[in-house]
């Protein structure tokens, strides 16, 4: 009982964006995955204006390679999210995945069918890369490169930039990591400002 809460108390307070990198950065994936038998759960997202349907996300891995996702909420009022990525492998301080996506939408209707994939490259000791590829199969082709790059400025805070293929062009934000299992996202699009606060939860 005493090993147990002391390994608790440690995971508690002692992980770090070293431990439990970044499944995705402020909007698109990175090439980590979650565990297996680990959850994330964006409790609560706000942003102006705020789509209320957007604020819960849940994903589990299912192996330590292959993880899913839904918005499970949104799916009751016909608009069904789920995604997928699987960890293809990592050699030295560079990992590569593939993701997967799905969106139907039954008011429209309309549904779209995506994948990709994305390098994440530990390219210094403070500096992450995350260079990726999505094509959008239906209802047309599509292709979008997409960046992200992580400055550490902490152990528990990150500073992300992402440049995209598709709109937003640019966002900026912090990524900051509490507790041993609480992540806190704040971001806006430039040039335009449109501030947006997450919280997740990753057990």
């Known amino acids: ?6 390994l ?12 439990a990198p970044p499944t995705r950065g402020l909007y698109r994936p990175t090439a980590h995955n979650l565990s297996r038998g680990e959850t994330q759960i964006q409790f609560l997202a706000f942003s102006s204006p705020t789509n209320p349907l957007e604020f819960f996300e849940f994903e589990y891995g ?7 996702g839904a918005r499970p909420v949104s799916a009751l009022f016909g608009d069904v999210r789920v995604w997928a990525k699987y960890h293809v492998g990592t050699t030295g301080p560079v990992s590569l995945a593939i993701p997967l996506g799905l969106d139907v939408r039954f008011a429209a209707p309309a549904w779209a069918a995506r994948a990709g994939w994305v390098l994440s490259w530990r390219a210094f000791r403070w500096v992450s890369l995350h260079p990726g590829l999505e094509l959008t199969f239906v209802p047309a082709m599509g292709i979008y490169p997409y960046l992200g790059a992580h400055f550490d400025v902490w152990t528990n805070l990150k500073l992300v930039l992402e ?22 996202q704040i971001d806006t699009p430039l040039p335009s400002v449109q501030l947006r606060i997450s919280i997740t939860g990753r057990f």
Do not use: H, K, Q
């Open 1 to 6: 009982m005493t090993a147990a809460v002391s």
């Open 8 to 19: 608790a108390g440690t995971v508690a307070v002692g992980r770090t964006f070293l431990d």
């Open 62 to 68: 299912l192996s330590d390679v292959f993880e899913v």
């Open 163 to 184: 440049i995209d293929g598709e709109d937003p062009y640019l966002t900026v934000g912090a990524l900051v990591w509490m507790l041993g299992f609480v992540r806190l």
